[in-house]
């Protein structure tokens, strides 16, 4: 018999090459994780963004901190957040992915 209780396999960054996971480790470490935007064109430009051909965000995907600047954060709460229309602008692409104008 299964049980009821499904499995929570931990949440990985989707930015390319990333290996933060959704976990006690990295929570401890101060890594964050915030979910793709519901709005479709903010969604859109964070799916352009992570330059991953054929890439499109379920409402489960999420990108670490490490993929946004200091200022796109609003911490002036209990909970770290993303200030709204925020881009995820930080990355470490490979050579073939750093093209101007991708």
């Given at each position: 018999?299964?049980?009821s209780?499904?499995c929570?396999?931990?949440?990985?960054?989707a930015?390319y090459?990333c290996?933060?996971?959704?976990?006690?480790a990295?929570?401890?470490?101060g890594?964050?994780?915030?979910k793709?935007?519901?709005?479709?064109?903010?969604?859109?430009?964070?799916?352009v963004a992570?330059?991953?051909d054929g890439?499109t965000?379920?409402?489960s995907?999420?990108?670490?901190?490490?993929?946004f600047?200091?200022s796109?954060?609003?911490?002036?709460?209990?909970?770290v957040?993303?200030r709204?229309?925020?881009?995820?602008s930080?990355?470490?692409f490979?050579?073939?992915?750093?093209?101007?104008?991708?």
């Open positions: 018999m299964r049980s209780r499904r929570r396999r931990p949440q990985h960054c930015a090459f290996a933060n996971r959704r976990t006690i990295s929570r401890a470490r890594i964050t994780f915030h793709f935007p519901k709005d479709k064109r903010v969604r859109k430009k964070w799916e992570l330059r991953r890439f965000a379920s409402d995907s999420v990108l670490c901190c490490e993929h600047k200091q796109d954060f609003d911490k002036t709460g209990q909970i957040r993303l709204d229309g925020v881009i995820p930080v990355f470490s490979p050579v073939h992915l750093q093209k101007v104008g991708y």
